[in-house]
């Protein structure tokens, strides 16, 4: 049997298993407005700009206090016309969850709800583009870990763009460990957060926004505390937050960008999270599971498999048995079928793929649970 491993390794699409380097960078204490902490939020604005390739004098980077759904309200609330309609392309939780903050804002929108595990496509999004015109603004998960489809952005952008409408991309999970180019892909507004690919810990999100767009946005949110102009105006004027910063999570977040930078940016972190979901499906298929998605929609993010059929495989069970070896992973998301997610991102690598693996092989041999390997494992 493996032994119990004291920190367990996280299995999820954020938070997620951390680097020493990282953590030790929260040992220190922080004064929220003292000029060493404004220097770190002014560094960490600038880096985040340069990693998405978008210009400094088009957009603006802000950060936001919170969970992620804390910056796509925010982002939301700003870039919305309050008297337009939102086009949500959903396919999953959080396609859902952006429909909700829309409509618990007042704001109007339609939907077009691919279920769980198919994605929206661009021919799609022209046709309900040419069919309302009072449509002003589309909303797109890049990476929607409900499954772990992994959606066609450049396309959806091109037609978005085409059609004179503002697109905004929740890329909460993907930002940082796929690329993504501002200035080359037509995206009006990028959200992310400091506890994905990145690899930073929870207590903030970001927003990446057209300065025009900004602007445009003053005097539209519903919250105080979720304005994403205001922050960014007082960001601008004094260097600080508004409110309370998450100081240990602000460092522990540049730490981070050093060591993304080290791994050879967004393309070297890609290869790593892509060599462990490929050690992890052909691993896991060899095991006798399915994968909810068809091979060519996989992000290396997150991957859903479906559960055995076999009677005897019980999830909270199968969880405990993972757990008491060091893995945490992931229940499933999904309206139709049983399923659970396992995470490709974090402080991993294909050996520790592998340690899960035995880990997995040796709790269903405590249940009892028979399968059949896959054909495509091989």
């Known amino acids: 049997m493996i032994e119990q491993i004291k920190e367990p390794y996280l299995l999820t699409p954020g938070p997620l298993t951390t680097s020493h380097a990282t953590k030790a960078t929260m040992l220190r204490d922080w004064g929220s407005w003292d000029d060493d902490f404004n220097s770190v939020t002014a560094d960490i604005r600038t880096q985040l700009l340069a990693m998405a390739e978008a210009a400094s004098d088009e957009y603006a980077c802000v950060p936001m206090q919170g969970s992620g759904t804390f910056a796509v309200e925010s982002a939301l609330a700003c870039a919305t016309d309050p008297s337009g309609k939102v086009l949500v392309l959903m396919n999953g939780a959080y396609g859902k969850r952006a429909a909700q903050l829309l409509d618990m804002m007042g704001r109007r929108y339609v939907t077009l709800d691919k279920g769980d595990y198919l994605p929206p496509q661009p021919q799609e999004v022209a046709a309900l583009l040419r069919q309302d015109s009072e449509i002003t603004a589309v909303f797109l998960v890049h990476c929607e870990t409900s499954s772990g489809i992994l959606n066609p952005l450049d396309v959806i952008a091109e037609v978005v763009s085409a059609h004179g409408k503002t697109l905004i991309v929740d890329a909460m999970s993907s930002f940082g460990g796929i690329p993504i180019s501002l200035a080359k892909t037509p995206i009006d507004v990028l959200i992310s957060s400091a506890n994905k690919c990145i690899e930073g810990v929870p207590g903030f999100g970001f927003v990446i926004i057209r300065q025009t767009l900004l602007a445009a946005g003053k005097g539209r949110a519903h919250s105080l505390s979720l304005d994403l102009h205001a922050q ?30 080290e791994e050879g940016g967004v393309p070297g972190r890609c290869a790593r999270y892509t060599r462990n979901r490929d050690a ?4 896991m298929r060899a095991l006798g599971f399915s994968t909810l998605l068809e091979d060519e929609w996989l992000s290396p993010i997150i991957t859903t ?14 969880y405990a048995a993972l757990k008491m070896r060091g893995f945490l992973i992931y229940p499933g998301k999904l309206t139709e079928v049983e399923s659970f997610r396992i995470g490709c991102i974090g402080q991993l690598g294909i050996t520790v793929i592998a340690l899960l693996l035995s880990a997995i092989r040796e709790a269903l041999a405590d249940m009892d649970v028979s399968l059949t390997a896959d054909p495509r494992s091989a």
């Open 280 to 283: 992890l499906v052909k691993g």
């Open 305 to 318: 498999f479906l559960s055995p059929t076999d009677p005897a495989f019980e999830f909270d069970t199968f």
């Open 232 to 261: 960014w105006d007082y960001m601008e004027r004094t260097g600080q937050w508004r409110f309370t910063p998450p100081t240990h999570t602000v460092v522990a977040f540049q730490a981070a960008l050093v060591q993304h930078r």
